[in-house]
């Protein structure tokens, strides 16, 4: 159940469902799922679902991460990318296989410890971990030529923007009247422009440190 030919399974699976950059198919292919789970819950890693890291909250299904990372590659090279929510780090490690380098701050100090040794294991050495209120992202590193927040929250964070340089992509959870979408957020010359898309679920973003 965590062998390359499950792997491949669920890319021909994302295939079907939508996924076109095969950058990214490719490299859901290649990135073992199941290292970034509970060991429990290991058969389960390539299923199309969510699944729970404790603390309250999940790993993503594959699809949402493909499509988050399709939406922010936009089939371009990417240089810097933050991410906000590096929960196990199976996102993180996605992003660094298309990125220069990666940027990912957890509020939850225990997730990031283990986010820590599961990318030690993917073989990932061109992320940067930060344990902080993701709300503030990391200026002194910006900006940045996209960000994914991996969490829901009622608006794109005014800080966030600012880190993203003119041309960027924001890809992230809005909660609104209740239910929740995908949401693309471009930067610019002459402002924001903002696009719903798909129907998602995602815990809330959150403030402070855990």
Same mark, same amino acid.
């Given at each position: %159940? !965590? &062998?390359?030919?499950?792997?491949?399974?669920?890319? /021909?699976?994302?295939?079907?469902?939508?996924?076109?950059?095969?950058?990214? +198919?490719?490299?859901?292919?290649?990135?073992?799922?199941?290292?970034?789970?509970?060991? *429990?819950?290991?058969?389960?890693?390539?299923?199309?679902?969510?699944?729970?890291?404790? #603390?309250?909250? !999940?790993? &993503? &299904?594959?699809? !949402?991460?493909?499509? %988050?990372? /399709? +939406?922010?590659?936009?089939?371009?090279?990417?240089?810097?990318?933050? /991410?906000?929510?590096?929960?196990?780090?199976? =996102?993180? *490690?996605?992003? &660094?296989?298309?990125?220069?380098?990666?940027?990912?701050?957890?509020?939850?100090?225990?997730?990031?410890?283990? *986010?820590?040794?599961?990318?030690?294991?993917?073989?990932?050495?061109?992320?940067?971990?930060?344990?902080?209120?993701?709300?503030?992202?990391?200026?002194?590193?910006?900006? #940045?030529?996209?960000?994914?927040?991996?969490?829901?929250?009622?608006?794109?964070?005014?800080?966030? $923007?600012? =880190?993203?340089?003119?041309?960027?992509?924001?890809?992230?959870?809005?909660?609104?009247?209740?239910?929740?979408?995908?949401?693309?957020?471009?930067?610019?010359?002459?402002?924001?422009?903002?696009?719903?898309?798909?129907?998602?679920? #995602?815990?809330? $973003?959150?403030?402070?440190?855990?």
């Amino acid at each position: %159940m !965590t &062998s390359a030919r499950t792997r491949m399974r669920m890319v /021909e699976r994302l295939r079907a469902q939508g996924i076109r950059d095969e950058k990214v +198919l490719a490299v859901m292919a290649e990135m073992p799922r199941h290292i970034f789970v509970d060991e *429990a819950l290991a058969s389960r890693a390539y299923e199309d679902i969510a699944l729970p890291l404790g #603390f309250g909250q !999940t790993i &993503s &299904s594959p699809h !949402t991460v493909a499509r %988050m990372t /399709e +939406l922010a590659r936009n089939g371009r090279p990417l240089g810097k990318v933050l /991410e906000i929510g590096t929960g196990c780090g199976y =996102q993180t *490690a996605v992003l &660094s296989r298309i990125a220069r380098q990666v940027y990912s701050m957890e509020r939850l100090a225990a997730l990031i410890r283990k *986010a820590r040794r599961n990318l030690r294991e993917a073989g990932v050495t061109n992320v940067h971990l930060r344990h902080g209120d993701g709300h503030a992202g990391m200026p002194e590193v910006a900006p #940045f030529d996209a960000v994914i927040l991996t969490a829901a929250a009622p608006r794109a964070p005014e800080a966030l $923007l600012e =880190q993203l340089d003119v041309g960027g992509r924001m890809v992230l959870p809005i909660a609104r009247n209740g239910a929740q979408h995908l949401f693309l957020v471009e930067r610019t010359a002459g402002g924001v422009v903002e696009r719903r898309m798909d129907p998602v679920v #995602f815990v809330p $973003l959150l403030p402070g440190v855990g």
